[in-house]
């Protein structure tokens, strides 16, 4: 509290602490607005995501994290505007050309309630592949056991891989979710509050999880969770209402953070 | 106790008068309709085919063409009202069109039966010249159907949760694909709940079938199942006179001496079906839906 | 690096078996929704122009149809004009419609009330599965218990042939009230508790809140019922026919052989000639019926759309 004068000096937005080179970046946004109707929900919003990193993106409820989030592959279609480029891999893939069933292959999403379809372990991991026209065996059975054990649920459900996914705990299943994502080979891994459902334990072994995905993947995670952000991130973008507020490596957002609004909210003394 | 809470007793006790008065009715129809129906409810009945002037008659081709005709209604109306359902309550958005259409269906929803009966005389009898027969009493069931099942599987549909239709989405499937391979699948118990209880309306209509299906059961050789030939009981173009029609008929204008035996007999075969199909419609939802979810 | 982002560039612009999929789904669908639209048109069109060949092809006013009270079609009346009145099937219809929904309403609401106000548990377990099962038996068989239960009653009691609108009425009465009852508790389920805890606070007994409360704020959803009930009543048709007597005459009272629309239609359809008087006055009815059954699907939204005002 006591360099608040020092902070209030300062821009009252501040983006990047870092500059990652262009082969580096695998997801930006570029003047990005994203509206509900007419409701302007995001805007101020251009960043960079790293290559195997993992980025949190936090702020207080309705601030636009989910918003932006969905609109990085185009899951905000026929729900908001999007206006604005997304770069991935620096093709811009918010115009009406681009295919939107390959773009969500690529930048994959893991919802905030786990969500199992009706259907075996197994087809649940598969599923996607097998509807691209994967069928053979072989194929499908080691994508299953690489990605479950990716997700790190393979001991647990090795043995039932035919039992319904509906059958599983909340932590199980947001790790069969985690293993559908990864079947269809994305590099990107977008989560909204992936852990909300989860009770304590489960959420360790997910963030241990995420923390091997990174080797492989692009992560990007929604959470409300300040310690989850500060043990498992590498940079933080702070939202408030709709704007991209300070994004700066997650050390730095945590201790040192240039803004006053991000001090105040993971201080807990916001609002 | 003053004035009011006294009236207040005597117009509960009233409502209680009533709702007992309700249940007895019932307890009334279905006693009446089995004590006197059961007893002429044996296995030669069942099996054997009506007659006309003598005693002795049976249900068994009136039966096996109710089930013939459900059958064949459910087989084509269930692709149209699960497309209709599908588009309704997946892809329309709120706007004249559909709101048009929404409409369209409560009206034929609530249209007399009869009338849809006529229609199905007007353009399959006669139009498409297919005569009194199974072909038009099923597409004319279809029709009579087609609102009431649409709406069932647009009620199952709408009660999975979104969070499955987000989890194929974010696959890169199509919303068409995350539709029929996972909220179809995942409101399947909603959805053959749905059609037994439409079979048991449509194993009970007469209206519509009897200027469609016709009011006849010619003889059928169950020996010869090749659907061309004519009195195969496969074939679509012969007169099928069902339960509910015959129930009807032998009433109006039967003159067999055992009469009242055969038409309360038919009553209590066509309740009980009735019966099991409500019955087994709550039970193979639950059934299904164990299934689905079971640890296997 | 520019190259590379071309060759994503073009595989993602590629059109994917995925978004053709989308679109084959889509537009089945689409086709399966407006197949049935196609058909309430051409029900509509079809039965239309059937029934107005009377009028317009055979020369019949509109008002000997409806006002004429003679039902012969294909011979004259003393008079000389055709006898094409179809009044007394109107007459019948709307009589036994309503006569079976001033029966039944009463019921229906006070058995509603009890399954949701007074005693939800029984209500639930026992009334909830009856009206079920009544709603389920089919109209033939209520026809069948009509004739051998209801009308020796009628005979027994009133005297004449027990066939006629008092018949017709006791057995739609039994009809209609499931449909009515269960349409009644969706109804009451949906006036908000607090509406119930409020008056009973203010020190209202269980009966004033039932009464000047709870059936108050839910009487928009009890009228659309009592109009659900009349429009199954008005097109019931084997049921009604099978008690009523099917005497095509004006009724002269509640136990006098008469008949309604449906079991003029019923019965006749078979022994006409297509394209004949006889059977263009039949479709005539028919259209009688899609008109009313079209009115009451327009008093029901309008119903709504007042109730929905009023929230
Ligand atoms: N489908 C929608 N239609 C209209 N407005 C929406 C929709 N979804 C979100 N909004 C609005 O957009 C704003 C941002 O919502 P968003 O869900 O992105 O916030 P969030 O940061 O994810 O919040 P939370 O932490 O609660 O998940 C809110 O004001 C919200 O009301
Ligand atoms: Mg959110």
């Known amino acids: ?31 990005l607005e994203i509206y509900y109707g007419k409701n302007l929900a995001m805007h101020n919003a251009d960043l960079k995501f790293k290559k195997n990193t993992i980025t949190a993106l936090i702020g207080p409820s309705g601030s636009g994290k989910s918003t932006f989030l969905r609109s990085l592959n185009r899951m905000n279609d026929g729900i908001a505007t999007v206006k604005g480029e997304i770069l991935y891999q620096g093709v811009n893939i918010n115009q009406p050309k681009i295919d939107v069933y390959e773009v969500r292959r690529r930048i994959g999403m893991v919802f905030q309630r786990p969500n199992p379809f009706a259907k075996s372990i197994y087809d649940n991991v598969t599923f996607a592949l097998q509807r691209r026209g994967v ?36 932590g199980q299943a947001q790790r069969v979710c985690i293993a559908r994502a990864l079947a ?88 | 106790m003053n004035r009011t809470q006294k009236q207040s007793r005597f117009a509960i006790a009233c409502l209680k008068a009533v709702a007992g008065f309700v249940v007895l009715i019932l307890a009334f129809l279905i006693g009446y309709i089995f004590i006197t129906g059961l007893p002429n409810v044996s296995w030669h009945f069942l099996t054997s085919p009506a007659k006309a002037f003598n005693a002795g008659g049976g249900i068994w081709i009136q039966l096996f063409n109710s089930f013939y005709l459900l059958v064949l209604a459910m087989i084509i109306s269930l692709p149209i009202a699960l497309g209709a359902a599908i588009y309704l309550n997946e892809y329309a958005t709120d706007n004249w069109f559909t709101a048009a259409i929404k409409t369209s269906i409560e009206i034929l929803s609530s249209l007399p039966s009869v009338v849809v009966g006529l229609f199905g005389f ?85 209206a519509a079938l009897i200027y469609t299906a016709g009011q006849s059961a010619p003889a059928l050789n169950f020996m010869d199942w090749n659907p061309f030939n004519i009195d195969s009981p496969l074939s679509p173009l012969r007169p099928a ?56 | 690096m520019i190259m590379e982002n071309q060759k994503l560039a073009k595989q993602l ?31 509509i069109v079809f039965v239309a122009s059937k029934g107005l060949g009377t009028f317009f092809k055979d020369g019949i006013s509109f008002k000997d149809f409806f006002t004429g009270t003679l039902w012969n079609p294909g011979t004259k009346t003393p008079s000389g004009q055709q006898a094409v009145g179809a009044l007394p099937m109107i007459v019948g219809s709307f009589l036994v419609t309503i006569l079976a929904a001033l029966l039944s309403t009463p019921f229906a609401i006070g058995t509603a009330v009890y399954m949701t106000e007074i005693s939800p548990k029984r209500g639930a377990k026992i009334l909830q599965p009856v009206t079920e099962l009544l709603v389920g038996i089919p109209s033939v068989v209520y026809g069948f218990i009509g004739l051998s239960v209801v009308v020796p009653f ?59 409360v709870v059936l108050r704020a839910a009487t928009p959803g009890i009228l659309t019922a009592v109009v659900f009930g009349m429009a199954r009543a008005f097109g019931e048709a084997l049921a009604v026919q099978m008690v009523i007597g099917n005497a095509a005459l004006m009724p002269q009272n509640l136990t006098s052989p008469a008949s309604t629309l449906t079991s003029v239609l019923t019965a006749g359809m078979g022994n006409t000639v297509m394209g004949s008087l006889q059977n263009d006055a039949l479709w005539s009815l028919a259209l009688v019926l899609l008109v009313m059954s079209l009115f009451f699907n327009l008093v029901v939204h309008m119903i709504g759309r007042k109730g929905a005002f009023k929230k």
């Open chain 1, 1 to 31: 509290m006591q360099n608040t004068t020092e902070l209030n000096n300062k821009p009252k937005r501040f983006i990047y602490d870092f500059n990652p080179e262009e082969t580096e970046i695998t997801m930006q946004t570029k003047d």
């Open chain 1, 135 to 170: 069928h053979d065996k072989k194929t499908l059975d080691r994508v299953v056991e690489t990605t479950l054990k990716q997700a790190a649920v393979w001991d647990q459900v090795k043995d039932s891989l035919n039992k319904s996914a509906l059958s599983l705990s909340g």
């Open chain 1, 184 to 271: 269809v080979q994305p590099d990107v891994l977008l989560l909204d509050e992936p852990a909300s459902a989860l009770d304590p334990v489960s959420t360790q072994q997910l963030e241990t999880t995420l923390r091997e995905l990174k080797k492989d993947y692009t992560i990007i995670i929604v959470t409300h969770n300040m310690q989850q952000a500060a043990r498992l991130s590498d940079y933080t973008v702070f939202f408030n209402m709709g704007e991209a507020i300070e994004y700066n490596k997650t050390r730095k957002v945590f201790t040192r953070p240039k803004v006053q609004m991000t001090d105040d909210y993971v201080s807990g003394n916001f609002g």
């Open chain 2, 122 to 206: 007007l353009l399959f009898v006669v139009q498409f010249n297919y005569g009194f027969s199974i072909l038009s009493g099923a597409l004319t069931l279809t029709i009579f159907n087609l609102p009431l099942l649409t709406r069932n599987i647009e009620d199952s549909l709408a009660n999975v949760s979104d969070d499955q239709r987000q989890g194929g989405l974010g696959l890169g499937l199509s919303k068409y694909e995350t539709i029929i391979h996972i909220v179809v699948p995942a409101s399947l118990p909603g959805i053959i709940s749905g059609i037994i209880l439409c079979s048991g309306r449509v194993f009970g209509e007469a």
């Open chain 2, 241 to 296: 006179e069902t339960l509910a029609v015959h129930i009807w008929k032998i009433n109006s204008e039967g003159i067999m001496p055992d009469l009242t035996q055969v038409s309360s007999g038919s009553a209590a075969v066509l309740v009980l079906a009735i019966l099991i199909f409500n019955l087994s419609a709550r039970f193979v939802g639950r059934k299904v839906f164990e299934r689905m979810t079971s640890v296997k």
């Open chain 3, 13 to 43: 612009m590629k059109k994917s078996k995925t978004a053709r999929y989308e679109r084959f789904g889509r537009l089945l669908s689409l086709s399966a929704l407006l197949l049935i639209m196609a058909i309430v048109l051409g029900i």
């Open chain 3, 154 to 212: 009628v005979r027994n009691t009133f005297g004449g042939s027990g066939f006629g609108i008092l018949s017709g009425t006791f057995v739609l009465f039994v009809m209609i009230l499931p449909t009515i009852v269960s349409m009644t508790v969706d109804s009451l389920k949906g006036v908000p508790k607090f509406y119930r805890q409020a008056s009973l606070a203010l020190g209202a007994t269980k009966w004033q809140t039932i009464w000047k």
